[in-house]
């Protein structure tokens, strides 16, 4: 079984910066993970794309974030981290971590998932 687990959210004042991070556990399975990426869900609204990363590095960001998030992973730790600056009351929500495709190879086993997510963490911006 596979597990996305987000930490790093919190409330910060606006202007503020967060780093949050998702680890990705397979049992102890080895893991080769396609794109990875981070939604998030204001009350009230839809999940939205915040902004994906591919196993090669490609970026994809949302408009909305673009010149304040960074995305990047570390695909030896099965990590992806989402660096926050220049936060806004409206980055407001619950971030979610997200893998297309997940590859588990193990005792000569292999199995794969599609759509994997966190829990989510909550991320506050207001003074």
């Known amino acids: 079984q596979v597990q996305l687990v987000e930490s790093g959210g919190g409330l910060v004042q606006p202007g503020g910066s967060l780093r949050l991070s998702c680890e990705a556990s397979?049992?102890?399975?080895?893991?080769?993970?396609?794109?990875m990426g981070w939604y998030r869900q204001a009350p009230g609204k839809e999940r939205e794309l915040v902004a994906t990363?591919?196993?090669?590095?490609?970026?994809n960001y949302a408009d909305s974030v673009k010149g304040r998030f960074a995305i990047s992973r570390d695909n030896a730790k099965n990590t992806v981290y989402l660096q926050m600056n220049s936060l806004k009351p409206e980055d407001t929500a619950v971030y979610y971590c997200?893998?297309?495709?997940?590859?588990?190879?193990?005792?000569?086993?292999?199995?794969?998932?599609?759509?994997?997510w966190g829990q989510g963490t909550q991320v506050t911006v207001s003074s």
């Open positions: 997200n893998a297309d495709r997940i590859d588990m190879r193990g005792g000569g086993s292999y199995y794969y998932t599609l759509g994997s």
């Open positions: 397979g049992s102890g399975f080895s893991l080769t993970i396609n794109t």
């Open positions: 990363i591919t196993s090669f590095g490609d970026t």
